[in-house]
């Protein structure tokens, strides 16, 4: 087993990019084994007996009676629709345990924090728990927090920072877990949206279309029942000849003219080179599009139409 390998920027910056060979990690992940530190994730807490009638009311996901052990995502959007903030969570019957992106930690529980008013319910932001996702076939720790993942055959587990990694698996890297989370098209906030997305954009992911008023509900309503979102996500199957991969946040183009904004990519282990980008609603799906002087063709993950998912997240 070679070293690990330690990210020196990037949004990942200081977790493992990978112990050797990124492509055989992401077979290892796919059959259920090995697990894959995501300690830069930051974890929060909800308690109180309000708990999730006053998350339903904040989010866009529909949370109340949300049955324990089930998982969810959910997002926080501005009063006009722009995503701020997701969730990842689960709720055990007392407490919801979730994460969010590196670094939004503070705002996020800061923000919930001052919408509880006279509600029962205390929001602390834990720095003592950490993420790690685990494959379907490597031991639980006891204790651990389990939820299901949205990537490969595996789940995610809150579990106290400090605990070691398990004895009957190999430690595998972010570089793995994220080429099959482009594989099957599931953005990351952040970077593969910005602050102008709105959820229609993405496939309203994370967002229930039945549910009472929320902040930023009407932009959503709004777009779906008129329906052609301004932009749309896209999966890109990049031209392989080139060995260097688009930046993120780099200018798209099609038809001579700029037509998006790429978002992660990664080298799959089927697919080849392929990544996520914010293009233009109306462009045709057949064009082909360049990036940093890389050409790419298109997978649509959006209909353009409604902004709803034209295949399943898996």
């Avoid at 996702?133 to 389990?146: F, I």
């Amino acid at each position: 087993m070679a070293d690990p390998v330690v990210l020196t920027d990037g949004p990942d910056v200081g977790l493992v990019s990978h112990v050797g060979n990124p492509v055989a990690e992401q077979r290892i992940m796919s059959d259920g084994g090995g697990w894959v530190e995501l300690s830069n994730r930051e974890v929060f807490t909800v308690t109180g007996l309000d708990r999730l009638g006053w998350l339903h009311s904040l989010t866009s996901q529909y949370l109340e009676g949300l049955e324990a052990g089930r998982t969810t995502t959910s997002l926080v959007l501005s009063p006009s629709g722009h995503i701020e903030h997701v969730i990842h969570g689960v709720d055990d019957g007392e407490t919801f345990w979730g994460w969010t992106e590196p670094g939004r930690g503070s705002d996020l529980v800061a923000w919930l924090d001052s919408m509880r008013f006279m509600l029962r319910v205390e929001v602390a932001l834990r720095p003592d728990l950490t993420v790690r996702w685990l494959g379907s076939k490597v031991a639980t720790p006891v204790g651990a927090v389990v939820l299901d993942s949205e990537v490969a055959d595996g789940h995610e587990v809150i579990i106290p920072v400090g605990v070691a990694g398990p004895d009957d698996a190999e430690q595998l890297g972010v570089l793995a877990w994220d080429a099959l989370r482009i594989a099957a098209g599931i953005p990351r906030i952040g970077i593969d949206t910005d602050q102008r997305t709105i959820p229609n954009e993405i496939g309203l992911y994370g967002t229930h279309l039945n549910k009472g008023c929320y902040r930023g509900q009407e932009t959503v309503a709004r777009v779906y029942n008129l329906g052609r979102p301004p932009r749309r996500l896209t999966m890109l199957q990049l031209d392989g000849s080139r060995a260097q991969l688009p930046a993120v946040g780099s200018e798209v183009y099609g038809g001579g003219r700029r037509v998006g904004v790429m978002g992660s990519s990664a080298t799959h282990h089927v697919d080849g080179p392929i990544g996520l980008a914010l293009v233009r609603r109306s462009i045709d799906v057949t064009l082909e599009l360049e990036i940093d002087g890389i050409a790419a063709c298109q997978e649509p993950l959006v209909d353009p139409e409604v902004g709803l998912h034209v295949r399943p997240v898996v």
